[in-house]
């Protein structure tokens, strides 16, 4: 069974920087692509930022160079640390995993419940 808790969104203002984390269980990094997607009022899902099962790790190109996707294995937790914030980067947050090797177009199998990151 995997379960995915985030925790750090919140509010910011542009230009700032927040920490998104993801507690994870059932889903082993070895075997289990990891991501982080968003979806804002109005508009479609999007795939943040992915880490397959080898480590090769993806950023979309709205986030790339701000955002940094990792893993902390030993307390099994997937990280998003995001700078350089912008309105545009408000929406809700959820990490995501799905039970295979390498991840593809941002789409998972399971999803947490989400975080809210707003950016005024």
């Known amino acids: 069974h995997v379960q995915l808790v985030e925790s750090g969104g919140g509010s910011v203002q542009a230009g700032g920087s927040l920490r998104l984390s993801c507690a994870a269980s059932?889903?082993?990094?070895?075997?289990?692509?990891l991501g982080w997607i968003r979806q804002a009022p109005g508009k479609s899902r999007e795939g943040v930022a992915s880490?397959?099962?080898?480590?090769?790790?993806d950023y979309s190109g709205s986030v790339k160079g701000r955002f940094t996707i990792s893993e902390d294995n030993a307390k099994n937790l997937l990280v998003l640390e995001m700078n350089s914030l912008q309105p545009e980067d408000t929406a809700m947050y959820y990490c995501a995993a799905s039970p295979v090797p390498y991840c593809y177009g941002g789409i998972f199998d399971y999803r947490g419940q989400g975080t809210q990151v707003t950016v005024s």
């Open positions: 880490i397959d099962s080898d480590g090769t790790i």
């Open positions: 059932g889903a082993t990094a070895s075997s289990y692509c």
